[in-house]
């Protein structure tokens, strides 16, 4: 989806780049990221320790720029996405709408720290929408084998929340302490045992992929 959005763009901004995932193998690719550690981890040979808000490029230097769940991280979002329109002609946002109605379990029953965390860090789509002048709105549905291990990605597993360490890759749960957290991830392993979980999520284990709330925003 992210390809096919990139249109026919050779030259393109990878905005908080972290490792690299989700770049095209077969373009030629700039990636911008703020951490070391997370630069130090790219495996690309174009790499530019930065920030969204004040983007070292001059006018129209790239074909199309992406920007793949990184906006919540922005000190400035309204600067940053005209520091991404100007620097591309084409920009391509993936992102997760805060106003989705249907929200995740393990946010709603275990850890509800985490609704009023993503509630203050993200953006609404109408308001990145309306800031890049955007054409498309893409839904994104979250496949129930979905490799990528952010936050909402076992929705069908939930046996993966126990696992500290895929816990400390989520931006959002490495965030929060850990008494916000622990006692949620405790219920959880109780109700995993005794089936409580799967009794009260059965309608989720039949389906392929559910629909959380994110979107690629497509402009320019």
Do not use: C
């Not at 790239?62 to 520091?83: C, K, P, Q, Y």
């Not at 496949?143 to 126990?162: M, V």
């Not at 302490?177 to 059965?202: F, K, T, Y």
């Amino acid at each position: 989806m992210i390809e096919e959005s990139l249109g026919d763009a050779e030259t393109i901004l990878n905005v908080g780049a972290g490792t690299g995932s989700y770049e095209p193998a077969d373009r030629q690719v700039v990636a911008i990221e703020p951490s070391a550690v997370m630069l130090a981890q790219h495996a690309g040979s174009r790499r530019v320790r930065g920030e969204a808000e004040s983007l070292p490029f001059p006018d129209v230097s790239f074909d199309a720029a992406m920007v793949i769940l990184t906006v919540h991280h922005w000190r400035d979002l309204l600067r940053g996405l005209s520091e991404v329109k100007r620097v591309a002609r084409r920009q391509v946002i993936f992102t997760w709408d805060p106003d989705h109605d249907r929200r995740l379990w393990i946010a709603t029953e275990y850890v509800p720290a985490i609704i009023a965390m993503e509630a203050a860090r993200f953006a609404t789509v109408p308001r990145i929408v309306e800031a890049l002048d955007a054409h498309t709105v893409h839904r994104f549905e979250i496949p129930h084998d979905f490799t990528d291990g952010f936050q909402a990605a076992f929705w069908r597993k939930p046996e993966a929340y126990l696992d500290p360490r895929i816990r400390a890759a989520s931006s959002t749960f490495a965030s929060l302490p850990s008494e916000l957290v622990e006692p949620g991830i405790a219920q959880l392993r109780r109700d995993l045992e005794s089936g409580v979980w799967a009794s009260e999520h059965n309608d989720l284990l039949g389906l392929d992929s559910v629909d959380y709330g994110y979107r690629l925003v497509v402009a320019g």
